[in-house]
């Protein structure tokens, strides 16, 4: 995933200037279509006015992805950068806990023991470091050169990725960069001003050397959202800012970016070294003719750097959009693996149609990031007929469905070259209806002399040459959300949890009364912690998931995994570090919801971050804590022993309780072979330490029907006194082993039987 420096198209002036020429005859013709259309909207029926509104809405689209091009072909004719606009007023604000909840010690130990990654300590964010870089960029832009402290980062420079390493000469500053520049001739013209940000745009970002397809599309993909919705985003992340929220470029070199890892949102400081040619050729990401254009715009470059940094170096061996979009927004991030055929779905596949209805509604919805993958399997030789890039991550920059039926989706190549040669490319007779360019709002006669990587490709392209796509959804869109962070013990619980899961991390979701009335859509998001060992390439053995279940009310603790434990939504098993769950209220039953986590054969300690999302009010607890007393004894099943109801009931092996307070709770657990099905009893006798002789009066406490490898019983207050507990397995003979633990909320005395 790299693309060759300095591949310019060769095109001349008077093309450029007709081509821009009619994108600002388009797109003045759009405008006035955009007034003349949202004067009538209001003037109509009701019934008449959706679908006037959608009109407003599809003319919109278009008249902004003409203005972008307009924009774009300014650039390339003439170097001159077309001002940003003022986003602060939009400013858009990173999801945040709910405010009524703190931190608490375990929570601030789990994010602290995080923060270490393979490239050193990355602490959480903080407002007041941000604050107090804005103020150091002040002093330095008003003191002279001289007397300006240049910051390196203590860390040191970043490895260099191997397509980087031959071509490598210096690690040089912005002033040093269009020094170089000027004195290799490389630039012919005045001096390149260093600039953070000039206009953010998908249009101009170029990845080159380093194999980091999926965060240059995820960057592609924000600056597209950027721009459309005027929010920061991209813009958000990069600092210093103004108290208008805006970025600026610091004479010291100091930056800091803001990236999600781990659960919240970390600090990444980087210097402005940048790794260069001998001709001042940067050897990093960038926006597109930075050699040619009279500023030098570094914001590419340096968000690159903060997440090479985070990753480990330049040297990255690659990602997904869902794990990149997640570092670079802390949106909610969602992967629909789609199936070529509605006749042929797997279990972990979305159909066609419904996943073109899911891509369709979040792009047309605006809140959402989309990436899309091609797939790994492609033959050199096909790929390079089809103009594909094979396992490669492509920005989804627009998605449509024209007035005939025919569903289209705009990609971007992050290498900004290498365009679609198949069905609705740029030589494809189908652009000479003009009607057909119009609606779609693209000129293939400009693509033909600027290949640029953007291209349009039809939704059954999309289904046979790509594997999946990456959303990544503003948590703004659900009024209510928190989230907690824990550790998971690898010896806490069953290395396998087929049998037993009331010792995995467990949460209750109670839900209004709101919740339930409007049937609220609820969204679960399980972000596994990162080690330094997984970034440094070592294999994931980590399968996370979490599934739901309603719980009775009280707090409870899911025992027993499926429908067993009441099970109303199983998620998928991944070693993706994020997993999301949705589930839609349908059932006065759902008041009380049981998130139980759940690993696949579990085998390292396990950090994570677990964020819930809800269109109504809910509160997030943890089930009541286990009662505080634990005594375990083993037992041995008797090949005499039968069940319960047989004459053989009395050869069981039997265990002496002893009460010693009144209304002191007790709670049985029973762990033994999956081929094994057992109940327990507990039975009132006459005297502490002796053996039922006889089946007498009725147990006080039954664990149920017969269950393979674990069992538990409800808890139950017993009165003070002696009881028999009677351990019996479904097989009559049956032999075999098993743990017993009595869990109870007093002192109490117990002991096997002879």
């Not at 091009?69 to 950068?81: A, D």
């Not at 405010?99 to 375990?106: F, N």
């Not at 260093?194 to 249009?203: E, F, M, R, S």
């Not at 759902?590 to 964020?611: A, C, F, H, I, M």
Request: aromatic share 10%; charged share 20%; with cysteine.
């Amino acid at each position: 995933e790299y693309s060759s420096a300095n591949h310019t198209p060769s095109v001349n002036t008077a093309q450029k200037e007709a081509v821009a020429q009619a994108y600002m005859d388009a797109a003045e013709m759009y405008l006035q279509a955009f007034q003349f259309s949202k004067e009538h909207t209001g003037n109509n029926t009701n019934k008449n006015n959706h679908a006037l509104e959608q009109v407003v809405i599809s003319i919109q689209t278009r008249l902004q992805r003409t203005l972008d091009r307009v924009e774009q072909l300014k650039r390339n004719q003439n170097g001159q950068e077309v001002p940003r606009q003022n986003q602060s007023s939009s400013k858009q604000q990173q999801p945040k806990n709910d405010p009524a909840q703190s931190l608490t010690p375990e929570e601030v130990a789990v994010l602290k023991q995080s923060s270490m990654t393979v490239s050193g300590l990355f602490l959480p964010w903080s407002d007041t470091d941000a604050t107090g870089l804005f103020q150091e960029a002040v002093w330095a832009s008003k003191e002279s050169v001289n007397n300006v402290t240049r910051f390196t980062d203590p860390a040191g420079f970043l490895k260099l990725s191997d397509k980087q390493k031959p071509h490598f000469y210096k690690w040089a500053r912005p002033d040093e960069i269009v020094q170089l520049r000027q004195q290799t001739r490389l630039r012919k013209g005045p001096l390149q001003q260093p600039i953070l940000i000039k206009a953010v745009t998908p249009y101009t970002i170029k990845q080159q050397y380093v194999t980091d397809c999926s965060f240059i599309s995820s960057l592609c993909v924000t600056a597209v959202l950027e721009r459309r919705l005027q929010k920061s985003i991209i813009t958000s992340s990069i600092y210093p800012q103004t108290p208008a929220q805006q970025p600026i470029y610091n004479a010291t070199g100091k930056y800091m970016v803001k990236l999600w890892l781990n659960g919240v949102a970390r600090c990444v400081v980087i210097d402005d070294l940048l790794p260069v040619d001998k001709h001042g050729n940067l050897l990093c990401s960038q926006t597109t003719d930075s050699s040619k254009s009279q500023y030098l715009e570094l914001w590419v470059c340096f968000m690159e750097k903060a997440y090479m940094k985070l990753c480990g170096g330049y040297d990255f061996p690659g990602s997904n959009s869902g794990v990149d979009l997640f570092s670079l927004t802390g949106w909610i991030p969602e992967r629909i693996h789609f199936a070529k055929s509605a006749d042929k779905v797997r279990d972990f596949e979305t159909p066609p149609e419904r996943a073109w209805d899911r891509i369709s509604s979040a792009s047309s919805f605006g809140d959402c990031l989309i990436t899309v993958s091609s797939h790994l399997n492609l033959n050199q030789a096909e790929a390079g007929r089809l103009g594909l890039v094979m396992g490669h991550a492509y920005a989804v920059l627009s998605v449509m469905e024209t007035k005939s039926g025919i569903r289209m989706l705009q990609l971007k190549n992050p290498w900004a070259l290498k365009g679609w040669k198949g069905q609705y490319s740029s030589y494809d007779p189908v652009w000479k209806d003009k009607s057909f360019c119009a609606e779609v709002g693209y000129n293939p006669d400009e693509v033909r002399h600027h290949d640029d990587g953007v291209f349009w490709i039809c939704w059954d392209d999309i289904l046979q040459y790509f594997l999946n796509f990456h959303l990544s959804w503003n948590p703004f869109l659900f009024r209510f959300r928190t989230a907690t962070h824990g550790l998971w013990p690898k010896n806490k619980g069953p290395y396998d949890d087929t049998f037993n899961v009331g010792d995995n991390p467990q949460y209750i979701l109670k839900l209004s009364k709101e919740a339930i009335e409007q049937k609220a859509t609820i969204w679960i998001l399980i972000s596994r912690h990162v080690s330094k060992q997984e970034q440094e390439g070592a294999d994931v053995s980590d399968f996370l998931t979490v599934h739901v279940h309603r719980n009775q009310g009280n707090r409870e603790t899911i025992w027993y995994p499926g429908r067993s434990g009441n099970c109303v939504l199983t998620g998928a098993y991944t070693n993706n570090p994020h997993v999301l769950v949705r589930y839609d209220v349908t059932d006065p039953a759902d008041q009380n919801l049981s998130l139980v986590l759940s690993q696949y054969q579990k085998s390292n300690d396990l950090r994570y971050t677990l964020s819930v999302y809800c269109t109504e009010q809910f509160s997030l607890t943890k089930p009541r804590p286990n009662l505080p007393r634990v005594i375990e004894r083993t037992g041995n099943l008797s090949p005499d022993g039968g069940p319960l109801g047989s004459n053989l009931v009395l050869r069981n092996p039997m265990f002496a309780l002893n009460i010693l307070t009144d209304r002191t709770v007790v709670e049985l657990k029973v762990s033994t072979a999956k081929t094994i099905a057992m109940n327990i009893v507990a039975l009132p006798v006459a005297m502490y330490g002796h053996r039922m002789e006889q089946a007498t009066g009725s147990a006080v406490i039954d664990s149920g029907k017969y269950r393979h490898g674990f069992l538990v019983t409800e808890r139950k207050a017993l009165c003070a006194g002696a009881y028999v507990l009677m351990a019996s397995s479904f097989t009559a003979g049956q032999i075999g082993s098993f743990q017993l633990k009595c869990c109870s909320s007093q002192q109490i005395e117990f002991q096997p039987l002879q």
